[in-house]
């Protein structure tokens, strides 16, 4: 099957030009990254509602609250290594404390980054993020999606951090598909395990369902786009039905998603659980194809966790 | 306010707010004593003054904007704003005690403090987007943010000051309590920030320089920043660290401790005969 190859980063320069247009409210900060994070598009045609920040991330987010308190809803865009990183104390205390309506967009997470290398491989934003009381922390699979939660981080109240890639990744979800935030749908259905997965990994985990389905496992497949607030309903119920999990994401497994999904299932429902995800370590410059073969988040690395949490089910 | 106060009515409220923060403090037990004297002035020139605000609506769009970026200096602020109606005076008892809406920093939700603070060298940022959200609206607010001298040891807070030179932020006033004193000792000895008025120029700004304990001087500065256009202004204010009683000033050890019982009322007596 030909699948089509889009950035998610693209997904929410996308999204960004429908608020544009429809919302006078939305501005757009960048710290030196207008092309890279797509914010570049929005300030093409909407120059008087972009604000070029420098290579200043904690002074943007600063800006972005002042701005949110004027009544903006404010877009601050930068990669996410220098977002959630550099910048968290800023969010923490000028954002997230005050309840502001700023979206936090971290484009260029995880390995997929490729090249550059570790300090430009985010793979903590998740478990920083979802640290902070009252951050919606959302990470699209892909394009079609990232336009979708673009634009309904815009019309929730609240700060959001909107995790994105830099690389092509497939697109696996239609225009008409609903995306709420909080809502994490059921891509498959399946009774021997549940696969829960976010970003691009929800796409390996759709891949290793079909491997297992020839070999006569049924994986249920969720796409937990929203880490936090977390859909507590269809994890318990998940853990409850299928009565063992493997969590996949291309972020670090100390705290990210699949941390909040073990939290949630350890204290409802304990199963036996496997991390798919960056194992305790940092990046590497290289070929994204390859490091995700070296970081063990291909889908046969989610067949792999599969078979052994299978074989820990009482 | 448009019409200028008698100088002598200022004065003596400055001397009823160093009271105030006085009972506050040592009624709480902690907080910060040296940094919250040294910038009463500043604060009744500006509010008893200047600012344009309706304490009985609190969030109005016509208000001013002030912005406490030293948050550790809120028992003067919470003092002040309690003097003007924006919440009881009864209530300054609670300064730091369980359920207050006084915190030990300022937390956004009180009347009359637009953000939470106390991570220090983050409020020029919200300053600036202030300032750029009413540029958008098309409102003529003026936006002050007063910051604390070791708070310039932050790299946001340059940040910060190449933005509102770059945009021309001219409804942006800085305002810097030059007490000379960090948590460690003297500024000059702990991280120097000398020359500090060419740095604020360099940075684009108009600086004005005066003493930050003449109610007088201190009006002016605002009148004479509103004047600035294309640019934004800092009111390099020099200030004494502990200002109003001899127990307390340039007694860095007063720092982030509160008066003892004895203390105060030792206090509140020397403030209490200074001639105006």
């Not at chain 1, 019309?155 to 598909?177: F, N």
């Not at chain 1, 369902?209 to 998940?238: C, F, G, Q, W, Y």
């Not at chain 2, 004193?181 to 600086?207: C, H, Y």
């Amino acid at each position: 099957m030909d699948i089509k190859m889009k950035p998610t980063r693209d997904g929410f320069g996308e999204g960004l030009l429908e608020l544009g247009s429809k919302r006078e409210d939305v501005v757009v900060l960048s710290a030196d990254l207008t092309e890279s994070t797509r914010a570049g598009w929005f300030k093409e045609k909407f120059p008087g509602r972009f604000f070029s920040m420098g290579v200043s991330e904690q002074d943007m987010m600063g800006t972005a609250a002042g701005l949110a308190l004027t009544g903006k809803v404010a877009f601050a865009c930068t990669f996410g290594a220098f977002a959630a990183g550099r910048a968290w104390d800023q969010i923490r205390v000028s954002i997230a404390y005050m309840e502001l309506n700023v979206k936090i967009v971290g484009t260029h997470g995880g390995i997929s980054v490729g090249e550059d290398g570790p300090t430009h491989q985010a793979i903590e934003e998740i478990t920083l993020m979802r640290a902070l009381p009252g951050m919606t922390v959302i990470v699209p699979c892909d394009a079609v999606e990232a336009k979708k939660a673009t634009i309904a981080a815009a019309e929730h109240e609240g700060p959001v951090y909107l995790r994105l890639g830099r690389s092509g990744v497939p697109v696996i979800t239609k225009e008409e598909d609903v995306f709420k935030i909080g809502k994490a749908s059921v891509l498959k259905d399946g009774k021997d395990l549940s696969i829960i997965a976010c970003g691009v990994e929800v796409y390996e985990a759709l891949c290793a369902h079909d491997v297992l389905k020839k070999e006569n496992i049924s994986a249920r497949v969720i796409n937990l786009h929203t880490p936090k607030p977390i859909d507590s309903e269809v994890i318990v119920r998940a853990a409850r039905e299928t009565g063992a999990i493997v969590t996949a994401e291309e972020h670090s497994v100390v705290g990210g998603m699949g941390g909040a999904v073990s939290e949630l299932v350890s204290r409802e429902c304990p199963v036996p659980m496997e991390f798919v995800g960056v194992q305790d370590r940092f990046g590497e410059s290289g070929n994204p194809k390859e490091l995700f073969k070296m970081f063990g988040l291909t889908a046969d690395d989610i067949v792999k966790a599969a078979k052994k949490v299978i074989g820990r089910k009482r | 306010m448009g019409k200028k106060p008698d100088i002598r009515e200022l004065k003596n409220i400055a001397k009823e707010i160093r009271i105030e923060i006085l009972k506050m403090l040592t009624c709480a037990g902690s907080g910060h004593t040296g940094g919250s004297l040294s910038m009463v002035e500043i604060l009744v020139g500006l509010y008893f003054y200047k600012f344009r605000c309706d304490p009985a609506r609190p969030l109005c769009d016509t208000r001013d904007i002030f912005i406490l970026s030293k948050g550790h200096g809120c028992p003067a602020l919470y003092a002040v704003l309690s003097r003007m109606g924006f919440f009881g005076k009864e209530e300054l008892g609670t300064l730091r005690k369980v359920g207050t809406r006084l915190q030990g920093h300022p937390q956004k939700g009180l009347p009359g403090v637009e953000i939470s603070s106390g991570s220090l060298g983050q409020g020029l940022s919200i300053a600036n987007g202030f300032a750029l959200g009413s540029r958008l609206n098309k409102d003529p607010r003026r936006v002050y943010c007063l910051m604390g001298d070791g708070e310039l040891d932050e790299g946001q807070v340059w940040e910060a000051a190449l933005t509102a030179s770059h945009y021309k932020l001219d409804s942006v006033c800085g305002i810097i309590d030059y007490n000379k004193f960090q948590i460690d000792g003297r500024t000059s000895e702990v991280k120097n920030l000398e020359p500090l008025k060419a740095k604020w120029q360099a940075f684009g700004w108009e600086v004005l320089e005066i003493d930050g304990h003449e109610v007088k001087e201190v009006m002016e500065a605002y009148d004479k920043a509103e004047t600035i256009k294309g640019k934004p202004t800092l009111v390099l204010a020099h200030t004494v660290k502990g200002k109003g009683s001899v127990l307390f000033e340039n007694k860095n050890k007063y720092h982030g401790v509160t008066p003892s019982k004895e203390e105060l009322e030792k206090a509140i007596k020397e403030i209490g005969a200074k001639e105006i």
